[in-house]
């Protein structure tokens, strides 16, 4: 990974400082014993076995007793729509009253071990905790790691929508559910759950008007603004499978998500900003649907007002097709293993992967990893960076919070506009309790200068870190000058497929060191392997590949369409196991060091970009006989794509043709995927058999040329000094 040349190895490992939470974090909270968490109240067990009036308690809980409680709440919010409110209004509770969840490490520990040797008590208790369901469920897992056949809660029935938004808003209609920070810093609003359940429902009923059914799957390309929010709860309210988008990939790129996903409705904008530009949104919704002849209807949300083409018959306005529905719908009652999206994500093969997650093993990850790792408690301001249209969006930005019944900031623009104060601005205006974001906006904001951190931020409690390793010295800036010593800070690891995090510190309880991820989740028993033999490494200060040895309620279930690519990726590698894709270490104290990826995947601004999708995108051009592809350091976004390529006879190099291999990728993938650099070789170091050996090609990047190894067994091993005489010759001339 990006930061691998800082992460130290297990040996060295004994000379890095240990923190441990600031004392004046621990030292601020004080609350009575007897004031529980807000969901230990809204979520009490239900009988495993319901009698008659159980289940008539549960029709009328599920169908009328929502129906009359929204009247309620909206005769509440009613009386309070004329009213000018303030965040001040929404924030009035005094400082924070509550101390960390678990009382000290020692109970961490505790738990852990239980999670581990008794994972259906455990897992049992803290899915009744902190979930509503309509049916309990008896059988709390089943399956095997090998056989790829996990499956948890398995009679349970309970509904996404109804857990996020409708508890909340059946309690407190007024409480804040988004903060949101448009690009222009005077452009935000606030949606309370009340706001947001009606919003949710005239969604859901036009979803439902264009045909979309229980299993159905709806694309969603949307910018970060509240209507996503809006647009992925309608879909699980009526059992729909979410497919976000990521709003900055290129149109050939949505084309191929909508078609493997066999999505028939396309949620998108006019247009999206975001840093003061305008991104065509909509322009690139059509130019892929051009190729996607199952699409029949596609729902416009005005973001600009901007004058975009309506194809008729297919696309409609937002706020024309919401104000024909009622304010209330229903949420659907689903099984626990249904699914609730599909992610794409790169993959070594090249083409993008549909990881599905299912409904109540995913809430429950989401859920709990937002209690602990986060310390989340009632009234928090919850404030992720990440985007939408990719993991940490889904699982930070909007389930854990919502679950947990907290705000959460959805923020529209970079970091960098329209000053490199804006985070700190953000965080001090609303009052944040928690921030969480990637090292790369970290370095480019260290880079700025501290005179821009001018925000006192006395509310952060807890800082974040997600995406990559982060840096020693980066996380100590985080620490003393964003979090002035007083908020604890979280190195996360996790991925896409895991769902939510598994390796972490737990705020206010984990000691921490810088550059490492710390300890392992609940439910989560790592295991170091030595990719060699395949056999587990033992004990501390190891090195070797990271998998996990029992499965967890939020890993995802299949690749969809493609269970065999599933068991083939991750657990077909090293039976039994669940292979991560990642080096790691455990050093002498049993801290955990990610080390970065061991396949084809490069890790951009905390964004896995598959190398033969880059690949397979530059040799679409005309004048490219080869491509191969790497990863290599970069200060600001941990890794950047380099791209080695060998032109066809006939073609004359040019920096405009340089320029047109970049524009490829950034119309095949996107822009965030464009290569840094292009070296254009004679050839490429291939075996006799053909494979490209990449591995010299960034040993010559990172100038280890004298640690090549043998090279003898190349199909032309003199091509190897020809590609570092290009190299050299190219950093000369910079």
Known sequence: MAEEQNVPKVAEAHNVDTFHPPEKMLASMSCPPCNPHPLDRLSPPVSRRPSLAARLLVHISVHWLPRALHEISLMTVKEHKSEK????????????PSKPHLANFEEYQKLYQE????????????????????????????????????????????????????????????????????DEPQDGRNVTYGELLRQVCKAAWTLKQMGVRKGDTVAIYLPMIPEAVVAILACIRIGAVHSIVFAGFSADSLRDRVIDARSRVVITTDEGKRGGKLIGTKKIVDDALKQCPD?????????????????????VWWHEELKKWPS?????????????????????????KGVMHTTAGYLLGAALTGKHVFDIHDGDRYFCGGDVGWITGHTYVVYAPLLLG???????????????????????????????????????????GDEHVKSGMR?????????????????KWYF?????????????????????NVITPLAGISPTKPGSASFPFFGIEPAIIDPVSGEECHGNDVEGVLAFKQPWP?????????????????????????????????????????RGRVDDVVNVSGHRLSTAEIEAALIEHHAIAEAAVVGVTDELTGQAVNAFVAIKDGNEISDTLRKEFIMQVRKSIGPFAAPKAIHVVPDLPKTRSGKIMRRILRKILAGEEDQLGDISTLSDPSIVEKIIEVVHQEKKAK
């Open 554 to 594: 939020s890993m995802t279930r299949t690749v969809y369409g493609a269970h065999e690519r599933y068991m083939d990726t991750y657990l077909n590698v090293y039976k039994g196991y669940y292979f991560t894709g990642d080096g790691a270490g455990r050093d002498h104290e049993g801290f955990y060091w990610i």
């Open 459 to 475: 509310h952060l409690r807890v800082l974040g870190s997600v995406g990559e390793p982060i840096a020693a010295e980066v996380w």
């Open 328 to 352: 209330y719908i229903a949420p659907e009652v689903m099984n626990s293993e249904d699914p609730l999206f599909l992610l794409y994500t790169s993959g070594s093969t090249g083409k993008p």
């Open 85 to 96: 409110r303030t965040n001040a209004d929404f924030f009035s509770s005094p400082e924070h």
């Open 406 to 448: 907290v705000s959460t900031v959805v923020f529209e623009g970079t970091p960098a506009y329209p000053n490199f104060s804006r985070y700190w601005e953000i965080i001090e205006k609303h009052k944040v309790t928690q921030f969480y974001v990637a090292p790369t906006a970290l370095r480019l904001l260290k880079r700025a």
């Open 295 to 315: 699409v029949t209807s596609v729902l416009v949300f005005k973001r600009t007002g901007a004058d975009v083409p309506m194809q008729e018959g297919r696309d």
């Open 115 to 182: 999670s581990i040797t008794n994972p259906t008590k455990f897992w049992g208790e803290r899915a009744r905790e902190l979930l509503s369901w309509y049916r309990d469920f008896d059988t709390v897992s089943s399956g095997t790691l090998a056989d790829g056949d996990v499956k948890w809660f398995v009679e349970g029935q309970l509904n996404a929508s109804y857990n996020l938004v409708d508890r909340h808003a059946f309690k407190d209609p007024n409480r804040v559910a988004i903060i949101y920070e448009a």
């Open 480 to 500: 003393e000058i964003v979090g002035k010593e007083e908020a604890h800070v979280v190195d996360t690891y996790w991925q896409t497929e895991t769902g939510s």
